[in-house]
C-alpha cells in the first residue's frame, strides 16, 4: 500500500509542472542512435561530352568508399526527386530533405585530352549549409580512381572530423596453390582490393611485409637463400636489396621505425631470438633485447618512443613495452590465453593483437597501457592486424578450416563493426595498410 | 502566466506541506494509540519504554507534568508482550522518530523551568523605543523612505495638479495614447477571432455568418471558411500530393521565423518533467553518432535553438553554446550532429504544449556522448 502510495505521488510529481526555470528550457541528451548516415551522390555533372562516364564511374566510387565505412548509407539514384543538372546552380534542399538525405555531394567533371578536372561540394542538407568550401582535384584520366578516392576522402573528412583512408594502398602476400604447398608472392592493391599487382613472384617465399611511413618502400622477410632474410623493396621500381645477414642467423618481422630510416626486427642466434634495430642502410645495429625467451614482432609507437612487442619471457606468448632504446620492458596483457602480433595505432592510443584462447584466434585492440581490452572478432584463425591510416579499421588475415581452407582479408572497424572481406584475385595473408597518399 | 505559475505554486506547496505535516511516508501512524500508557503502572511503564522509547515519549508529550522522565528512561526494558506487536510495526520507521522525539523531551523539562516571564517584557521594551522614535516628525526627510515605495505615481499627481492648465490640453492629447494601448490589445481580439475560425472550421455548417474582423491573418486552414472572405488572397494549397506536403513542411521550417518574433508570447504555466522528457527523447531519436569520429565523439555541445510556435525549430537560430572535451574539428563535428538532430526531427514539429510556448520558446540542449563513446 505504501509503496502504491509513493509511486502515486512520483507519478503526480512527474505530471506537475517542473520547477520555475530562469531563461531557457535546458534539456541534456545523453543517448542517440549510431546509424549509418544517408546521403546522395548523384552522378557529377560533366563539363562536356567525354566527361559523362568518368564522372558516373567517380560518384559510383565516392560512394562505394564511403558506403564500406559501414558509417554511411547511400540513398539511391531511383529516390531522387530531382537530379543536379548544375554544379553551379542553388540546391533544391527540400527536395533532398524529402527523401532524407542528410548529406548531399555534387560535383562537375571536365576533360581536357588527358587531363581530368574534379569539382566537388559537400552540404548538409537539413541545415542548408555547405560542409567546408567546395575543392578542386586536377589529374589525368588514367588516374581517376585515386581522384575518386581522394573525393572521398575530402568527404569523410569534413562529415565525420577525421581524415579518411580511401586513398591508400595494402601490400600483401597473394597465395595460390593448395594449403600443403603454396605458392606466395608479394602484391600490392588499392584499400578496396582492386589495381592488384604483383610484386614479385612465387618462387620464393615471402613473409609479413611492412610499408614504410612514406608508403613508398616495404620491408619484408624472404626465403630466397633458403633462410629468412628482410628485404628492401623499392615499390616504384620493384627493386630490392638485402637488409640484414648475417651468417649463421635468421631475421624476420621487420618494421620501419616512424622516421623511416630506422628498423626494428628480431634476430635469431642459437636458438635464442631478440630484438634489434638497425639504419635502414643496413648499419648501425643495436640490440634491444637480451633474454632467453622469443622476443619477436616489434612495433613503434607513433612518435617513436617505445616499441611493443611479443615474448614468452612469462611462460607463455604476452604483450610488452619498451623504450625505442632497449631497456626494461613491462608487459601489458594478463588476460586469459596467448597475445601475439602488436601492432600500435597510428593514433597511438591503442595497440591491436592477435590472441588465442581456447581453440579460438582472436582479433582485438587495447589501452596501450593494456586496459580496456575488448575482441573486436573470433574464428578458427584470425591473425596479423594491420591500422588503416586513420587509425580507424583494422585489416587482418582471416584462414577457414581444413584441407580445403584459404586465407583472405578482412577489415572491421575498431568499434567490432562492418566487418568485411576484401575480395581479391587470389588467397591473400599479411596485410600491411600503406600510409594516406 | 501569473495566474499558471500561481497554481503551480500553490499546488507545489500544498504537497511539500502535505508530505512533512500530513505523514505521507509514515507507514504506520498509530502511536497516538499508545494513550492507554497512561494508564499504565509506572513497573509497566517503564517495561514498555525499555522495549522501544519512541511511542512513550510522544506519551509524555500528553503528559506534560511528568518531571521524571528522564528517570524512567534509564530504567531497564521489562516491556509486556502485548504493547509488542504494536512496537515491531513501527519499530523501522521510528528509529528516525526517536531521534527527533527525544530532544522534545528534554525541550518540556526546561520549558517550565524557562517560564519566567522576565524575557518577556525585555523583548516589549525595544519597541516601544521605537515607537517614539518614529513620533518624531521634525524631520521631513522621514517621508523619503515613502518615497521609493510609491514615488512614481505621487509624483505625478503633484504635478498634474501644481501644473499650469496649459499643459492639460496636451494631456488631452495624451488621453488618445490609450486607445493605442487598446489597439496593442486588439491583438488579443484576433487570438478570439482565432478561437471562433478554428470553430467555424470545424462547424462548416454554421461559419457562415458574416464576421469583419478576419482580415488579419490568412490561415492555410480555413479552407471550409474560404467562401466567407471573397477577397481573400489566393492560398497555396497544393498539399494534394505527398511530396508536396513533404516539401512544404521542409520549407515551412525556414519560414518560421517572420512569424516567430512578433506577438507576444505566454510564458504559460512551467513544463512538467513528463513533457520535458518527451522532448528529450524525440531529439534523441536524430542524434546519430554513428558518422562521428572517436574525437568527436569525447565532445560534449551545448547547443541553443530557438522554436517556433509550430513546434518546430528555427534552423537560423540553432548555435552552440558550448563545448568541453575536445577542440576543432571535433567541436564542429558534434555541433553538426547535434543540429542534424534538431533539425531533423523537428522538421514536422516537436510535440509541445501550446500553451507554454513561452517556456520552450528558447531551448539550449546538452548533447553528452558519453554513453555513446567508443570504448
Known amino acids: ?437 | 502566466m501569473n495566474v499558471g505559475t500561481y497554481i503551480s505554486g500553490a499546488i507545489h506547496i500544498g504537497l511539500i506541506g502535505w508530505l512533512l505535516v500530513g505523514d505521507v511516508f509514515r507507514s504506520d501512524p498509530p502511536e497516538p494509540e499508545v494513550t492507554d500508557v497512561s494508564v499504565i503502572s509506572a513497573t509497566e511503564f517503564d517495561a514498555m519504554f525499555a522495549s522501544s522509547a519512541a511511542p512513550e515519549i510522544d506519551i509524555n508529550l500528553a503528559q506534560m507534568p511528568a518531571p521524571p522522565a528522564e528517570d524512567v528512561l534509564d530504567q531497564p526494558i521489562q516491556l509486556s508482550q502485548d504493547v509488542a506487536p504494536e512496537l515491531t510495526d513501527v519499530a523501522d520507521p521510528d528509529l528516525p522518530q526517536e531521534q527527533e522525539t527525544m530532544p522534545d523531551v528534554t525541550g518540556l523539562q526546561v520549558l517550565p523551568e524557562a517560564e519566567v516571564s522576565l524575557d518577556v517584557p525585555t523583548m516589549a521594551m525595544p519597541s516601544f523605543d521605537a515607537g517614539p522614535d518614529i513620533k518624531i516628525d521634525n524631520n521631513p526627510e522621514s517621508k523619503p523612505r515613502d518615497a521609493p515605495r510609491v514615488a512614481p505615481v505621487p509624483f505625478l499627481r503633484p504635478d498634474q495638479d501644481v501644473a499650469i492648465d496649459n499643459a492639460v490640453t496636451q494631456a488631452a492629447a495624451e488621453v488618445e495614447a490609450p486607445e493605442v494601448v487598446v489597439e496593442e490589445s486588439q491583438d488579443a481580439a484576433p487570438e478570439e477571432a482565432t478561437t471562433e475560425i478554428v470553430t467555424e472550421a470545424e462547424k462548416p455548417a454554421g461559419a457562415p455568418t458574416s464576421v469583419p474582423v478576419p482580415k488579419l491573418r490568412p490561415q492555410p486552414k480555413d479552407d471550409i471558411a474560404a467562401p466567407e472572405p471573397s477577397p481573400e488572397t489566393p492560398k497555396p494549397d497544393t498539399t494534394s500530393s505527398a511530396l508536396a506536403a513533404a516539401l512544404a513542411e521542409a520549407e515551412a521550417v525556414d519560414e518560421v521565423p517572420a512569424t516567430a518574433e512578433e506577438p507576444q508570447i505566454p510564458l504559460g504555466p512551467p513544463m512538467t518533467l513528463a513533457e520535458q522528457e518527451s522532448l528529450r527523447v524525440a531529439v534523441s531519436g536524430c542524434w546519430n553518432t554513428g558518422s562521428l569520429s572517436s574525437a568527436a565523439l569525447r565532445v560534449t555541445v551545448v547547443v541553443a535553438v530557438q522554436m517556433a510556435e509550430t513546434g518546430k525549430p528555427v534552423s537560423t537560430t540553432i548555435r552552440l553554446v558550448s563545448s568541453t572535451g575536445g577542440e576543432g574539428e571535433a567541436i564542429t563535428q558534434a555541433y553538426e550532429a547535434a543540429r542534424r538532430a534538431i533539425l531533423r526531427c523537428g522538421a514536422k514539429g516537436y510535440d509541445l504544449p501550446q500553451e507554454k510556448f513561452g517556456q520552450w520558446r528558447d531551448i539550449e540542449m546538452t548533447f553528452n556522448p558519453e554513453k555513446m563513446r567508443i570504448k
Open chain 1, 1 to 437: 500500500m505504501t509503496r502504491l502510495f509513493t509511486l502515486f505521488l512520483a507519478l503526480i510529481a512527474l505530471a506537475l509542472p517542473a520547477s520555475a526555470q530562469q531563461g531557457p528550457l535546458r534539456i541534456e541528451i545523453t543517448e542517440g542512435v549510431i546509424e549509418p548516415l544517408p546521403f546522395a551522390a548523384p552522378a557529377f555533372v560533366p563539363v562536356n561530352a567525354d566527361a559523362k562516364e568518368v564522372g558516373e564511374d567517380i560518384a559510383t566510387v565516392v560512394a562505394a568508399d564511403l558506403v564500406s565505412t559501414g558509417m554511411f548509407r547511400q540513398i539511391k539514384a531511383a529516390s531522387f526527386i530531382s537530379g543536379i543538372t548544375s554544379f553551379t546552380s542553388p540546391v533544391e534542399f527540400a527536395d533532398w530533405k524529402a527523401i532524407n538525405a542528410q548529406a548531399l555531394i555534387t560535383g562537375q567533371i571536365s576533360t581536357n585530352g588527358n587531363k581530368l578536372v574534379i569539382q566537388f561540394r559537400v552540404y548538409d542538407v537539413f541545415s542548408g549549409q555547405e560542409l567546408g568550401n567546395g575543392l578542386q582535384f586536377a589529374g589525368t584520366t588514367d588516374g581517376w580512381r585515386r581522384m575518386a578516392h581522394k573525393v572521398a576522402d575530402a568527404v569523410y573528412s569534413r562529415i565525420t572530423g577525421e581524415s579518411g583512408y580511401f586513398d591508400s594502398r595494402i601490400v600483401f602476400v597473394s597465395e595460390r596453390g593448395n594449403k600443403g604447398a603454396r605458392q606466395k608472392s608479394l602484391a600490392i592493391m588499392d584499400y578496396d582490393g582492386s589495381n592488384v599487382q604483383m610484386l614479385t613472384d612465387d618462387n620464393d617465399l615471402v613473409l609479413a611485409p611492412r610499408f614504410s611511413p612514406t608508403g613508398d618502400r616495404v620491408l619484408y622477410t624472404s626465403y630466397e637463400t633458403g633462410f629468412p632474410r628482410i628485404y628492401l623493396l623499392d615499390v616504384g621500381s620493384a627493386s630490392r636489396r638485402v637488409l640484414e645477414e648475417q651468417p649463421g642467423s635468421i631475421s624476420f618481422a621487420p618494421r620501419f621505425g616512424p622516421d623511416g630510416n630506422t628498423v626494428v626486427y628480431s634476430l635469431a642466434t642459437n636458438g635464442n631470438t631478440d630484438l634489434f634495430r638497425m639504419d635502414i642502410t643496413g648499419t648501425g645495429r643495436v640490440r634491444l633485447t637480451s633474454s632467453p625467451a622469443i622476443d619477436t614482432a616489434p612495433s613503434f609507437s607513433p612518435d617513436g618512443s617505445q616499441i611493443v612487442f611479443e615474448s614468452d619471457r612469462s611462460g607463455s606468448q604476452q604483450l610488452y613495452i619498451m623504450p625505442a632504446t632497449g631497456g626494461q620492458a613491462k608487459r601489458i596483457s594478463f588476460g586469459a590465453g596467448r597475445y601475439g602480433t602488436p601492432v600500435w595505432s597510428p593514433r597511438g592510443d591503442l595497440i591491436a593483437f592477435t590472441k588465442q584462447h581456447k581453440g579460438r584466434f582472436h582479433i582485438g585492440v587495447m589501452r596501450t597501457d593494456g586496459s580496456e581490452e575488448r575482441l573486436l572478432t573470433a574464428s578458427f584463425l584470425d591473425e596479423g592486424p594491420s591500422w588503416s591510416p586513420n587509425g580507424r579499421v583494422i585489416m587482418f588475415t582471416r584462414e577457414t578450416q581444413g584441407a580445403t581452407g584459404q586465407a583472405s582479408l578482412y577489415s572491421v572497424d575498431i568499434t567490432g563493426r562492418n566487418l568485411q572481406r576484401i575480395r581479391t584475385p587470389y588467397g591473400a595473408s599479411d596485410p600491411a595498410w600503406s600510409p594516406l597518399q
